[in-house]
């Protein structure tokens, strides 16, 4: 693929954060709409990005999520900003289950100065991180440890999940669909994402722009069943008038 200056700086930017619309694109670059579209196609027809509604992203497998640290990288400021703006609504004094993921991970660090909190979680680096907050206690599943990224699945971790109700989940996930469902990669991890949500007052889901229109093989669950979605860019179409629909609160983080 021959490509020009400008079109190796957007698609950098675009892999730092693993998403972007077509305007944010033109702001950054200084050129029209409708020169970042033709640079779009072009590297989408190269396969270097891939195209949805008014924006890119990119290429990801349906059936394989990316690396750990691959995905810890990707977007690490907007997922910063994400578990910030989570941080400042959970009240102190309650109880919280955490999920697997990056941006859960997150969440853990920005949590580590509250009080008061009964943490449930099935990742262990959620649990080596907030056993670092001297006031918070921490509860983890058993279950199958996956090598790659230290989560907790299987059916054990299943029946452990379900001899609680916390006050909310605060749960991530890889992909969110067109059509609201939220989806992910392992079967295994599915299981217990569905258990904490069934398990939970409330469910908060924390998801960068990178999940938006990104596609994966299982489905967790759908936009009906959570009741906030903090996320760090607005969501493209036609993910407002579904959030509507299903009666979810938005929260953009913003730059602190």
Same mark, same amino acid.
């Given at each position: 693929?021959?490509?020009?200056?400008?079109?190796?700086?957007?698609?950098?930017?675009?892999?730092?954060r693993?998403?972007?619309?077509?305007?944010?694109?033109?702001?950054?670059?200084?050129?029209?709409?409708?020169?970042?579209r033709?640079?779009?196609?072009?590297?989408?027809?190269?396969?270097?990005?891939?195209?949805?509604?008014?924006?890119?992203?990119?290429?990801?497998?349906?059936?394989?999520?990316?690396?750990?640290?691959?995905?810890?990288?990707?977007?690490?400021?907007?997922?910063?900003?994400?578990?910030?703006?989570?941080?400042?609504?959970?009240?102190?004094?309650?109880?919280?289950?955490?999920?697997?993921?990056?941006?859960?991970?997150?969440?853990?660090?920005?949590?580590?100065?509250?009080?008061?909190?009964?943490?449930?979680?099935n990742?262990?680096?959620?649990?080596?991180?907030?056993?670092?907050?001297?006031?918070?206690?921490?509860?983890? @599943?058993?279950? =199958?440890?996956? $090598?790659? %990224?230290?989560?907790?699945?299987?059916? /054990? #971790?299943?029946?452990?999940?379900?001899?609680?109700?916390?006050?909310?989940?605060?749960?991530?996930?890889?992909?969110?669909e067109?059509?609201g469902?939220?989806?992910?990669?392992?079967?295994?991890?599915?299981?217990?994402?569905?258990?904490?949500?069934?398990? @939970?007052?409330? =469910?908060?889901? $924390?998801? %960068?722009?990178?999940?938006?229109?990104? /596609? #994966?093989m299982?489905?967790?669950?759908?936009?009906?069943?959570?009741?906030?979605?903090?996320?760090?860019?607005?969501?493209?179409?036609?993910?407002?008038?579904?959030?509507?629909?299903a009666?979810?609160?938005?929260?953009?983080?913003?730059?602190?």
């Amino acid at each position: 693929m021959n490509t020009n200056p400008r079109q190796l700086q957007l698609l950098a930017a675009v892999r730092e954060r693993g998403s972007m619309s077509v305007d944010q694109l033109a702001d950054m670059l200084g050129v029209t709409l409708q020169t970042v579209r033709r640079d779009v196609q072009r590297l989408a027809d190269d396969g270097a990005l891939t195209r949805f509604h008014g924006g890119v992203r990119i290429p990801h497998s349906t059936i394989e999520n990316l690396g750990h640290r691959q995905r810890e990288v990707l977007n690490a400021e907007g997922k910063a900003r994400i578990a910030r703006a989570v941080a400042r609504q959970v009240p102190h004094d309650c109880s919280l289950m955490l999920n697997i993921g990056t941006t859960t991970e997150a969440i853990a660090k920005a949590l580590l100065q509250h009080r008061g909190l009964r943490v449930i979680t099935n990742n262990l680096n959620v649990a080596t991180i907030l056993s670092q907050n001297p006031e918070c206690e921490v509860i983890v @599943a058993g279950g =199958v440890v996956r $090598a790659r %990224d230290l989560g907790i699945v299987g059916e /054990a #971790a299943v029946d452990f999940i379900r001899q609680f109700k916390v006050d909310i989940a605060l749960i991530g996930i890889s992909g969110i669909e067109a059509d609201g469902t939220l989806r992910d990669f392992d079967y295994r991890e599915v299981k217990v994402a569905q258990t904490i949500i069934q398990h @939970a007052r409330e =469910v908060w889901l $924390a998801a %960068d722009a990178s999940k938006f229109n990104r /596609a #994966a093989m299982v489905e967790a669950a759908t936009l009906s069943q959570i009741q906030r979605l903090f996320t760090d860019q607005p969501p493209p179409e036609p993910f407002p008038a579904l959030l509507a629909e299903a009666g979810v609160r938005l929260d953009v983080a913003e730059d602190d």
